[in-house]
């Protein structure tokens, strides 16, 4: 589609069933200006004629009760300004994004010391002198509410100064860009996934939680090795996703892993996860079941659209999951 207009001459070629030209039809003068739907102007229904030939002429041009009819276009001199008006995008999104680090409009100053030292292979070390990021209350009242507690104004000044002494700065910089609307590279999810997850679960970036942990998933090689940790990891994050992900493992590889790993500092609640495994793996196997019809074997991909579709927070276990989707059915 093009939202200019176009000047055109065309041919329209009747043709029989051994691809002979029975009869033709060629636009006049200099060509016909055809204009963008939706504009008011000539379009191709109308710039057709509709008695260049016989009914007799095409009937006897049918193939099978069908007519062959071959188009040929050329677009001839300047095109010409469409009459449909243009009209901007809202500017709500970018103009938030434009906010992010803005210093004279922010309420919120944060500085970002980890305890960084510079200079490894020095007998000296100079200290990383600490970040400072800006930002404004209302929005991380609605993007990381749990961040937005710490911002809790006070004294004389106009800004609200917060410490922060346990996150990387880069990965903080980027979670408060994500706040803003602003985006996280892949590249970034593959390289820090976990710090994500971490940084995103203790302010309640919830998405960003999500999206990180998805990235984690499938960057991690599970085995006998690290499933464990994993395990606890993904049980004291509420990574439903993660937790899944180690149940199919186990489940698939239950032979090598007995004997071999300790379950003895297992909440017992990994029980349930289990026991959904091997309930959805039954399913699955199964061709005349739906797997997508049983809430308690359900995957946590298709537990999370459907919370999600609802409105309910997503940032929940399988069980807490379910339980929504029951109390809201």
């Known amino acids: 589609f093009s939202d200019e207009s176009m000047k055109i ?10 691809d002979k030209e029975v009869v033709s039809f060629i636009s006049t003068g200099v060509g016909t200006i055809f204009a963008p739907i939706g504009s008011g102007g000539i379009n191709v229904r109308s710039a057709s004629k509709s008695n260049f030939a016989r009914r007799s002429t095409i009937i006897d041009a049918l193939v099978t009760g069908s007519l062959t009819i071959e188009v040929r276009m050329k677009r001839t001199g300047e095109t010409k300004s469409s009459s449909v008006a243009y009209v901007p995008e809202n500017p709500l999104y970018k103009n938030i994004l ?19 030292k510079q200079g490894e292979n020095t ?8 970040a400072k ?6 929005m991380l009242q609605h993007g990381a509410p749990i961040l937005a507690q710490f911002c809790k104004p006070g004294g004389d000044s106009c800004k609200v100064l917060v410490s922060i002494t346990d996150v990387d700065p880069d990965i903080f910089q980027q ?7 602003g985006k996280v590279s892949d590249k970034s999810f593959w390289s820090n996934a976990k710090d994500f997850i971490d940084a995103a679960d203790k302010y309640g970036i919830v998405s960003l939680k999500l999206e990180a942990e998805v990235f984690y998933v499938k960057s991690t090689i599970l085995d006998i090795d690290n499933i464990l940790d994993n395990l ?18 186990i489940l698939k590889n239950g032979d090598g892993i007995l004997g071999k790993v300790s379950f003895e500092d297992v909440p017992g609640s990994i029980v349930a996860d289990l026991l959904a495994a091997v309930g959805r793996s039954k399913r699955e196997d199964d061709v005349s079941n739906d797997p997508t019809g049983d809430l308690n074997t359900m995957r946590v991909d ?16 399988r069980e807490e999951m379910i339980a929504l989707l029951k109390e809201n059915s």
Request: aromatic letters at 14%; proline letters at 1%.
């Open 232 to 249: 606890l990891y993904a049980e004291s994050k509420n990574c439903a996703l993660l937790k899944e992900a180690v149940m199919d493992f």
């Open 133 to 138: 990021f800006y930002a404004h209350r209302f």
């Open 98 to 116: 434009n906010k992010f680090m803005d210093e004279e409009s922010s309420d919120v100053v944060f500085k970002v010391d980890t305890g960084r």
């Open 9 to 18: 001459r065309y041919r329209f070629i009747v043709r029989n069933s051994v």
């Open 175 to 181: 979670a408060l860009h994500y706040v803003y609307g």
């Open 302 to 317: 298709a537990l999370r659209r459907m919370v999600s579709e609802k409105g309910l927070d997503v940032d929940g276990s």
């Open 123 to 130: 007998c000296k070390k100079a200290k990383i002198a600490p």
